[in-house]
């Protein structure tokens, strides 16, 4: 009788080395593929060094090459392209963003008192994700990049005011680059579930 075929679950970890928080979701995806293992038999987790950009792995998951699982916040977009697992891995906290500003820029954004003076400034974000679409639509003045990693350069030459980032991205990345800080005072929140799909 031949032996069942082990699946081989495949993510990206292109430019991912200084994301320290990715071995959460790592780590949650071994829970739940050994917790199922009875269930669906062996499988080998494995990383491979594809998908540039947000955009890039939806295709790449999409047209079934390469890599076949990523962790992301939802769209309406991504989910007609997708099929996620619609158990949000931070219970909402995703959609709780924080600020990463170069280090001596503190006292500029303490004297923010409402959204509309938040939204004289400019945040970057990358061109293809979805809390992009939800700032434009709110009015917030963006920066786009294609390349996620560009972003923490750009912005410590001030290129742009600030970096909203998720709660467990901003005090991660924080201690990889130095000259910037996280802001302490202002905090921005909309709905953004992150799935595995």
């Not at 993510?11 to 071994?30: A, V």
């Not at 293809?128 to 920066?143: K, V």
């Not at 786009?144 to 005011?161: C, I, P, Q, T, W």
Request: net charge positive.
């Amino acid at each position: 009788m031949p032996a069942a075929a082990m699946d081989v679950v495949k993510y990206s970890t292109y430019g991912r080395e200084l994301l320290p928080y990715d071995l959460y979701y790592i780590e949650l995806l071994k829970l739940v593929l050994d917790k199922s293992q009875d269930k669906f038999g062996e499988y080998l987790l494995k990383g491979v060094k594809v998908g540039k950009t947000q955009a890039n792995m939806v295709t790449l998951i999409k047209h079934k090459k390469v890599i076949n699982i990523l962790w992301t916040m939802t769209s309406k977009e991504r989910e007609q392209d997708l099929q996620p697992i619609r158990i949000p891995l931070f219970k909402g906290l995703g959609g709780c963003r924080i600020f990463l500003i170069e280090k001596d820029l503190q006292a500029k954004f303490s004297l923010v008192k409402d959204a509309e003076q938040l939204k004289t400034l400019y945040a970057c974000q990358g061109a293809d994700w979805p809390d992009t679409e939800i700032l434009s639509a709110n009015g917030f003045n963006l920066f786009k990049a294609e390349v996620h990693n560009s972003l923490y350069e750009m912005l410590a030459k001030g290129r742009f005011d600030y970096f909203p980032r998720a709660i467990h991205e901003a005090f991660a990345e924080v201690k990889f680059h130095p000259k910037l800080a996280v802001e302490q005072k202002l905090l921005i929140s909309y709905p953004a579930p992150f799935f595995f799909s």
